[in-house]
């Protein structure tokens, strides 16, 4: 028989392409699974083997996720190293399912098995009676079948209307009576997705949400790693690496970790957000979609930033419900709408450079509101107005990391206090905005703080000249309307001092009106 067959997809995994043993007889043969190595490996002997390899090549351990090099990681290498199921716990948008779908590349790229096999028995101790009968009768011939490592990934959402037949298996009375079978018979067996994860990894994504019985159904799996079906004594000693998800909130909001399986959860490793604005752009950079086709695109590093400072505010706000978090999704999709908008004007302005402008940040709000839970405080106030008071303040933080203490805008501020008014229309051109920015005095002058030259095309100058006008207004210097007409600030009358002998008399009146203590 030749060993060169084609890719063929199907629901028993895909055959190889390469030369690979095609039968049991050449698997064998084969100086790349040897029967020991094959026989007794299990999956979490084989995620051991594969990261001690990584950890020796110094390489990322898990490429693509961002700040948890010092934290999160060591915890995970840990768990795996010692074989342990654990769990992840961490607020929304923390990567807690990207980072279990990446355990995935600790798996070996092809993983032998008998072919046709629901569960992929192992070619050398199969579990099932199907393929222990068929290497009964004809061992060498037996075929051969491969899996890939995404393939041996399989993921489940959590929702109370799971049942034990989902996770475990049910009997099937239609294949016992096609086949002629009982119905305790191993061939009348319907697998659920446990047993059809058998020889990889099986994530539980929101675990809390989990009925407490089906929970229950878990406990054989982790301690004794086998099954029981219907109450059949239909025994399987699955080889499966767990691993799970949870969100906090969820122990009170919606469900909880029973108490039992919780203790058979080998570690438990909690996520976080990104502790610095840095490591949150760089996540932000890598998940959005910018690679806009068409039209060029250039993000200015204020506009990153002003967007990464919303999502912290907004997680020190207490307006906003701590326990819910503000997940890293927000500055994702705001930077995505951002751009949109600034695309839209581009196109519309017949500008090939797009530019996206702080006034771009407000037009995003649809993209934001939707991802912060309120507390009562905020409700009252609507999603809109918090939101806007954020950004406010996103924009005077990132405006004082360029010209805190090295800048006089008072030139600039002056403009505006002598009746000068200017505004920033959405749909504005880089031409036309720029031709009236340039009658501020000083305004241009002060895009040096910002790393701008002058130079640069027309549609960075006037984003950088909105970002300072937005700096003065979040710190009140200036004034600007809701349709974003800047225009001098309002200034607080001083405060009229009284004459000294006036207080002392109305001192002395108090003391003579007063009652006295009986």
């Keep these: ?10 629901p028993g995994g895909i055959q190889p392409l390469s030369k690979l043993p095609q039968t049991l007889d050449e698997l064998r043969s084969s100086s790349q699974f040897p029967e020991q190595r094959v026989r007794n490996r299990r999956v979490k002997d084989e995620m051991r083997d594969n990261l001690i390899a990584r950890l020796r090549s110094s390489g990322p351990i898990f490429p693509g996720i961002v700040g948890y090099d010092d934290t999160v990681v060591p915890q995970i290498v840990n768990a795996v190293l010692s074989r342990h199921n654990f769990i992840l716990l961490g607020l929304r948008g923390q990567a807690k399912s990207r980072i279990l779908r990446a355990l995935a590349g600790l798996l070996d ?26 290497l009964a009768n004809n061992p060498d011939d037996a075929p051969i079948s491969y899996l890939a490592a ?34 305790g018979s191993e061939y009348t067996v319907h697998y659920g997705l446990l047993p059809r994860a058998n020889r990889g990894i099986f994530a539980i994504n929101e675990l809390p949400d989990l009925a407490g019985k089906i929970q229950v159904g878990l406990f054989n799996i982790m301690q004794e790693g086998d099954v029981q079906i219907k109450g059949y004594p239909v025994r399987m000693p699955l080889d499966v690496a767990l691993v799970f998800s949870a969100n906090p909130e969820d122990y009170t909001a919606r469900g909880k970790i029973i108490t039992p399986l919780k203790d058979r959860i ?22 959005a979609w910018t690679a806009r086709s068409g039209l ?8 990153s930033q002003v967007i990464e400072q919303i999502a912290f505010i907004a997680r020190e706000d207490k307006r906003i419900d701590k326990r819910s978090g503000v997940s890293q999704r927000l500055p994702i999709s705001a930077t995505e709408n951002v751009i949109s908008n600034a695309e839209r004007r581009a196109i519309r302005s017949g500008e090939k450079l797009v530019v996206p402008r702080i006034g771009d940040i407000y037009a995003a709000l649809p993209a934001m509101t939707g991802k912060l839970e309120l507390e009562y405080e905020g409700e009252l106030k609507g999603a809109d107005n918090v939101v806007r008071e954020i950004i406010r303040a996103a924009v005077a933080r990132t405006y004082d990391k360029y010209f805190h203490g090295n800048s006089n805008m008072n030139q600039v501020v002056q403009w505006f206090d002598l009746g000068g008014e200017i505004q920033m229309r959405d749909s504005a051109s880089a031409q036309e905005m720029l031709h009236k920015l340039r009658s501020i005095q000083g305004l241009l002058d002060k895009l040096s703080g910002l790393g701008l030259s002058g130079k640069e095309p027309s549609e960075v100058l006037v984003s950088g000249a909105e970002f300072i006008l937005e700096g003065l207004y979040a710190h009140k210097k200036i004034g600007r309307s809701e349709e974003r007409m800047f225009t001098a600030g309002e200034k607080q009358p001083p405060r009229e001092k009284r004459p000294i002998r006036e207080e002392e008399d109305e001192e002395r009146e108090f003391r003579r009106q007063r009652r006295p203590f009986n």
């Design 1 to 10: 028989m030749s060993a060169v067959r084609r890719w063929r997809t199907g």
């Design 109 to 134: 790229p092809h993983l032998p098995y008998l072919s046709g096999c629901e569960i992929h028995d192992n070619p050398y101790a199969p579990i099932c009676r199907r393929c222990r009968e068929l």
């Design 150 to 183: 995404d393939d041996r990934y399989v993921e489940k959402l959590a929702t109370p209307d799971v049942t034990i037949a989902d996770l475990i298996g049910d009997i099937d009375p239609i294949k016992a009576a096609k086949g002629g079978h009982e119905l």
């Design 266 to 287: 080998g570690s438990e490793i909690r996520t976080h957000y990104p502790a610095t604005v840095e490591e949150g752009i760089a996540i932000t950079a890598q998940e």
């Design 296 to 303: 060029q695109l250039q993000v200015p590093e204020f506009v």
